[in-house]
């Protein structure tokens, strides 16, 4: 059995008894058993490759009454216990759900328990039902990947010993585990947006997932404001996918897409919920701030009428809340459009030590020296961030940069 599939099975254990009970009424308890024990291997057989349908609990149901069916038509032909079995409906109240209705979303919430520590729940969620791979969680982390692999296993270890139980969280839970459900949403999204790994650039079917938890969410928490901006974020962010690959696959930033290709109806959708929570004048968090700086983004009409001062101003915000070494540096790559690549440069030079296995930061030192002429310099940086990127549409934008670099520095 997989990593995958043991998430799962143990995720929807709770289901077990449910399914139990509902067939033990229908057919009795010794049929209701093995039909579900059916039921569930089906599931862990089915799932890894075809995915977690989008009723866990209705599809574990609907196959274990088949099954039980299947199983009175074989034993007892077409005695009075099979005819009984295809007319009695099941007029039980259905079990309860909680305030969350979705069952992947249910699910995240469940495995966000709040005592484990915040990257642990974070990273063992998307262990189990984000479909990340132990070295893509550990990539957006920046750690090594047996690192997080060790986490992962501390995780489950104290789940064990200490009894957590996976249940279906109620009212009272929500907030205590939305932090870390908004940062699992979101580092799915971000794994959709550009992969970390594998043949394809873009991973469509996590990006879209995550906005759909995101939209099930802002339902679920209209008033919350960091619900609020990881929606706007995704819708902002996604909207300009069609323009991030060339035809040739390779990545195009964001300087160089086009911007009549992006879609705008999720542009406005976008804008108008992050201008909705400005006119409220409460406070921004940071998924909020992030949002804001998207609609900068996308209110240019060209890369060159960018409002880079405001992006930086937005970024200074984001430092106050999350003063983290990757904000930083994405705070350089604006500064450098304000106050120059020299500027931009130094920073970057005080992040060194500490982003030295994150490839963007050599990407980002790459762009700043090749601005300023020292082509030497350059070609190693963008050789550096080569060998760290995976992504095949990031290793041709940065084989082509690198190559248009002159042969002698100026």
Not at 2 to 8: G, Q, R, W
Not at 141 to 155: H, P, S, Y
Not at 173 to 178: A, E, T, V, W, Y
């Amino acid at each position: 059995m997989t990593d995958a599939s043991e998430a799962l099975a143990r995720a929807h254990r709770d289901e077990w008894a449910r399914v139990v009970a509902g067939l033990a009424r229908r057919f009795g308890l010794d049929v209701a058993e093995d039909a579900a024990a059916e039921a569930f291997a089906t599931a862990v057989e089915r799932w890894p490759s075809d995915g977690v349908p989008a009723n866990p609990g209705g599809w574990l149901v609907t196959t274990a009454t088949r099954k039980a069916i299947d199983r009175l038509r074989r034993d007892a032909q077409r005695s009075a216990k099979y005819e009984a079995a295809l007319m009695i409906t099941d007029d039980s109240p259905p079990p309860e759900t909680g305030p969350i209705e979705d069952d992947r979303l249910r699910l995240v919430f469940t495995c966000c328990h709040p005592a484990l520590a915040m990257q642990a729940r974070v990273a063992l969620t998307l262990r189990m039902l984000g479909g990340l791979t132990v070295a893509e969680i550990a990539r957006a982390f920046l750690v090594a990947e047996t690192t997080m692999g060790q986490r992962i296993t501390r995780a489950k270890a104290k789940i064990q010993a200490a009894h957590i139980p996976y249940r279906v969280p109620d009212e009272n839970d929500l907030r205590l585990r939305l932090a870390g459900v908004l940062a699992v949403v979101y580092l799915i999204f971000n794994e959709g947006y550009l992969t970390s790994s594998g043949s394809d650039p873009l991973r469509v079917d996590l990006s879209d997932e995550a906005i759909r938890l995101g939209r099930l969410l802002h339902t679920l928490l209209p008033l919350d404001g960091e619900v609020t901006g990881l929606l706007s974020l995704m819708l902002l962010t996604d909207a300009r996918r069609a323009a991030r690959v060339s035809a040739t696959g390779e990545l195009v930033t964001l300087q160089d897409q086009d911007r009549g290709a992006w879609d705008r109806a999720m542009i406005e959708e976008g804008q108008t919920l992050v201008r909705e929570r400005l006119a409220s004048g409460a406070p921004l968090g940071r998924l909020q701030v992030l949002a804001a700086m998207n609609v900068v983004h996308t209110s240019a009409p060209t890369a060159r009428d960018t409002d880079w001062s405001q992006i930086v101003a937005l970024y200074d915000r984001l430092a106050a809340i999350d003063p983290s070494p990757i904000v930083r540096l994405n705070r350089a790559v604006a500064l450098a459009e304000v106050d120059g690549p020299g500027v931009a440069l130094a920073e970057v030079g005080r992040l060194a030590s500490t982003l030295d296995s994150y490839h963007l930061l050599h990407a980002t030192r790459a762009e700043l020296l090749r601005r300023l002429g020292r082509s030497t310099e350059a070609r190693a940086a963008y050789d550096r961030a080569l060998a760290l990127t995976a992504n095949p549409a990031e290793q041709l934008h940065l084989a082509r940069r690198r190559a248009q670099l002159p042969s002698r520095t100026s």
